[in-house]
T-cell receptor, first 114, second 113 residues
Framework: DTGVSQDPRHKITKRGQNVTFRCDPI?????LYWYRQTLGQGPEFLTY????????KSRLLSDRFSAERPKGSFSTLEIQRTEQGDSAMYLC????FGQGNEQYFGPGTRLTVT | GQNIDQPTEMTATEGAIVQINCTYQ??????LFWYQQHAGEAPTFLSY??LDGLEEKGRFSSFLSRSKGYSYLLLKELQMKDSASYLC??????????????WGAGTKLIIKP
């Protein structure tokens, strides 16, 4: 068990560019979550997968954001036409099936849009 | 609507006890989590409550009252490494979801020698 990993750890991009982040969950976890966090705030839910199925997507998420988990293992989060307001820490978490099972977080990808 | 309230910041002394409160208003309830987050790092799990009462785990305890929409995290024998933000999160089944966690903004705990 090597924990949840995310790549890259930091990304600086210019406004209008597209970016893609990767998350590798803990291998036996079938649930995967994406969150966004800004300074002084709690994580904001973006989307959730159970195996390869995307079961929930935040109503706050614009259509510039898309996520995939094609084989039920790693996941990617893409942001198209980035805006300065997209600057944040993007966190990925995974968990086992079960309502009480805690989510294990990756180290996050810090995005800066200039 | 959904709302989770925590104090923004608290200060305590090394070796002392501190209680961090969390109140929530959600359309449904299916469990409450506490996480610790050090600056620049990811949140790490501390505790889970789904029934009323106190859950104790070493120096940390968490309490839940569902009728009052209230929880607290109790930290005993404070150590300097406990300086971090403490996040309260509620699983809100009322959103038609059994998976989404609603997060508070976190309480920044400062430990002084």
């Amino acid at each position: 068990d090597t924990g949840v990993s995310q790549d890259p750890r930091h990304k600086i991009t210019k406004r209008g560019q597209n970016v893609t982040f990767r998350c590798d969950p803990i291998s036996e976890h079938n649930r995967l979550y994406w969150y966004r966090q800004t300074l002084g705030q709690g994580p904001e839910f973006l989307t959730y997968f159970q195996n390869e199925a995307q079961l929930e997507k935040s109503r706050l998420l614009s259509d510039r954001f898309s996520a995939e988990r094609p084989k039920g293992s790693f996941s990617t989060l893409e942001i198209q036409r980035t805006e300065q307001g997209d600057s944040a820490m993007y966190l990925c978490a995974s968990s086992r099936f079960g309502q009480g099972n805690e989510q294990y977080f990756g180290p996050g990808t810090r995005l800066t849009v200039t | 609507g959904q709302n989770i309230d925590q104090p923004t910041e608290m200060t305590a002394t090394e070796g002392a006890i501190v209680q961090i409160n969390c109140t929530y208003q959600t359309s449904g309830f299916n469990g409450l989590f506490w996480y610790q987050q050090h600056a620049g790092e990811a949140p790490t799990f501390l505790s889970y409550n789904v029934l009323d009462g106190l859950e104790e785990k070493g120096r940390f305890s968490s309490f839940l009252s569902r009728s009052k929409g209230y929880s607290y995290l109790l930290l005993k024998e404070l150590q300097m490494k406990d300086s971090a933000s403490y996040l309260c999160a509620v699983r809100d089944e009322g959103q038609g979801s059994n998976y989404q966690l609603i997060w508070g903004a976190g309480t920044k705990l400062i430990i002084k020698p």
